[in-house]
C-alpha cells in the first residue's frame, strides 16, 4: 500500500482540515505519514473523507506552499527460501 508525508512548510503552526481522520494541527516542519495517497482517500468516498472542501483545501495548501506532499516507498521485504 502507498503511504503519503505531508509536511508543514508554512512557516507557522497551523491546521490543516484535509488530513485523515479529523484534520489535524501541524507546527512548523512537523510531518505526518498516512496509509494511502492522500488524494485517492479523499476522493474515494471511505467515511467521511469524499469532500470537495477538503480536496479543495489540499490543493490549496499545495499550491500556496503551505504542505508538501511526499509518497513515501514502501519497505522492501526479504524473504528467502531455504
Not at 482517500?41 to 495548501?61: M, N, Q, W
Amino acid at each position: 500500500m502507498a503511504r503519503t508525508k505531508i509536511t508543514n512548510v508554512s512557516g507557522v503552526k497551523k491546521y490543516f482540515g484535509f488530513i485523515p481522520p479529523h484534520g489535524a494541527e501541524l507546527d512548523v516542519g512537523e510531518e505526518v505519514t498516512l496509509n494511502g495517497d492522500l488524494r485517492t482517500v479523499l476522493a474515494s468516498g471511505r467515511g467521511r473523507f469524499s469532500r470537495k472542501t477538503e480536496i479543495g483545501g489540499f490543493d490549496y495548501a499545495i499550491a500556496n506552499g503551505e504542505v508538501t506532499e511526499e509518497p513515501v516507498a514502501e519497505p522492501s521485504s526479504s524473504s528467502s527460501s531455504a
